[in-house]
């Protein structure tokens, strides 16, 4: 299900811990195998458990926990849009107005042609920059309707 140089790549992971602690890089494994497949399917938790020797329903817990697992299919860009408080009074409710226009999807959606998913997030750490936007693994702050619309002009 994954590929060697992902098996690799969790044994080192793995490694890291003492032996018995396998469930320690789980984290780490979820993300290694969300970068290869793109999203972290209940097969592929089953997978993972397999690998670390935990329980399917463990790693279950720890990737519906964090938003930063992708459980279904997801758009070539991923947009998290922070509405925490700090964003929230800096105007995120317009990027999301505007985000939500452009794109003809809400939170939670992907357009049509799979390129863009849009997800709110509670909180990116940029509360200096706010309001901020994570696209794939970039951020982006201070952000506006015609900064959002530069940025997306910017992705292939």
């Given amino acids: 299900m994954l590929s060697q140089e992902a098996l690799v790549e969790i044994d080192s992971e793995v490694a890291k811990y003492p032996e018995g602690q396998e469930r320690a890089a789980l984290l780490a494994a979820l993300r290694i195998a969300q970068d290869e497949c793109g999203w972290i399917s209940v097969d592929l938790m089953t997978y993972i458990a397999g690998i670390l020797s ?52 809400g939170f939670g959606e992907t357009t049509e042609d799979g390129r863009f998913t849009l997800m709110e997030v509670e909180c990116l750490a940029a509360c200096g920059g706010a309001p901020a936007a994570l696209i794939g ?14 940025i997306l002009e910017t992705l292939d």
């Fill in 54 to 105: 935990v329980e399917p329903a463990k790693v279950a817990e720890v990737a519906t926990f964090y938003t930063m697992y992708d459980l279904k299919p997801i758009g070539r860009y991923k947009i998290s849009l922070c509405t925490n408080i700090s964003c929230a009074l800096r105007g995120s409710a317009t990027i999301t107005s505007h985000l939500q226009k452009r794109l003809g999807i």
């Fill in 137 to 150: 693994t970039n951020y982006y702050e201070n952000l506006t309707p015609r900064r959002i619309d530069e």
